[in-house]
């Protein structure tokens, strides 16, 4: 019933910029955290970002300094700021949010969106 929908993924240039959104839809009652992931061809996937209801926020060391994670709680979106991209970038990133619906929570997973950085 839940449903994370990614945008703004795409092809870059090194050095360049992209942002890119997850809004959570249907029956939520609380965002606990909010988490970007991602995967590159023959790699594992790999935590990229993350950020709690109370704003605390983490990077991985890859991204620290480029990368920004932030939360607009009233549309359930959360969204990753990509500066200074460079080719290593490239993978699919997927957003990760667990929901409280009801007296339950569980995490869910948005489809994935393809960010390509290449000259």
């Known amino acids: 019933q ?3 929908v990614e945008s703004g993924g795409g092809l870059v240039q090194p050095g360049g910029s992209l942002r890119l959104s ?13 988490t970007w992931y991602r995967q ?4 594992q996937r790999e935590l990229v970002a993350h950020s709690t209801s109370g704003g605390r ?3 991985a060391d890859s991204v620290k300094g480029r ?16 500066n200074s991209l ?8 997927y957003c990760n949010a667990d929901i409280t619906t009801g007296m339950l929570h569980r995490a869910y997973w948005g489809q994935g969106t393809q960010v390509t950085v290449s000259s």
């Open 86 to 93: 460079k080719p290593e970038d490239t993978a699919v990133y």
């Open 2 to 4: 839940v449903q994370l």
């Open 22 to 34: 997850c809004v959570a839809s249907g029956s939520i009652f609380d965002i606990n955290a909010m």
């Open 40 to 43: 590159a061809p023959g790699n």
């Open 67 to 82: 990368f920004t994670i932030s939360r607009d709680n009233a549309k359930n979106t959360v969204y990753l700021q990509m």
């Open 57 to 59: 926020t983490t990077y």
